[in-house]
């Protein structure tokens, strides 16, 4: 075999595994994003069940504690920028807002000992903290996959690719400085 044709063959068999790679590449790219956005879905399925429980929770508190007006508002309001809300970072920062407006409305709880032995209002809080859990295990999927997505797309010579075919940095999920002091809550009293 000649010379030439050697250098050929052997470009020839680079640019064929420079495609491959390419494919592979794009292809496992592409996997990656749909896991984050599926992960993301999840977040918002349970972000929305939170906002749907909000309604029943006020109404039975309403009936106990009926001179508690403002809290009510503030629930409304931030349940109303939840479910408004877009991207994560608004998500993020509207589920803070909820969370706190919750935290109140517990606290406020506790005036009342006859609305803690409420069935309706022991059902709605179980159901509450099933959800919070839901919502704690679907953002630690959706940030793993963030992880594992913004990993992929910076190492060399993923990052060649990833930018060649429009492929971006997703953000993570993460708790506002607010989720580091937890309200005090007693059931007990």
């Given at each position: 075999m000649k010379k030439g044709t050697k250098i050929l063959l052997a470009a020839l068999v680079l640019?064929?595994?420079?495609?491959?790679?390419?494919?592979?590449?794009?292809?496992?790219?592409?996997?990656?994003?749909?896991?984050?956005?599926?992960?993301?879905?999840?977040?918002?399925?349970?972000l929305q069940r939170r906002a749907d429980l909000i309604p029943n929770l006020v109404n039975t508190v309403?009936?106990?504690?009926?001179?508690?007006?403002?809290?009510?508002e503030t629930l409304a309001q931030a349940r109303s920028?939840?479910?408004?809300?877009?991207?994560?970072e608004d998500k993020a920062k509207a589920n803070d807002e909820l969370t706190s407006a919750i935290s109140r409305l517990l606290m406020i709880v506790e005036n009342?000992?006859?609305l803690k032995a409420d069935k309706a209002f022991v059902q709605?809080?179980?159901?509450?903290?099933?959800?919070?859990?839901?919502?704690?295990?679907a953002r630690k999927d959706y940030n793993d996959a963030v992880k594992q997505y913004n990993m992929k797309i910076k190492v060399f010579p993923n990052v060649l690719i990833a930018r060649m075919f429009g492929f971006e940095e997703r953000q993570y999920f993460?708790?506002?400085?607010?989720?580091?002091?937890?309200?005090?809550?007693?059931?007990?009293?």
């Open positions: 640019v064929v595994v420079l495609v491959v790679y390419t494919f592979s590449t794009y292809n496992s790219l592409v996997r990656l994003k749909e896991n984050v956005d599926s992960k993301w879905s999840q977040v918002e399925n349970q309403k009936g106990y504690a009926k001179h508690e007006k403002e809290i009510f920028k939840l479910l408004n809300a877009r991207g994560v009342y000992p006859n709605l809080m179980d159901e509450l903290a099933g959800t919070e859990n839901r919502i704690a295990v993460e708790a506002s400085s607010q989720a580091k002091s937890v309200p005090s809550v007693d059931f007990s009293k």
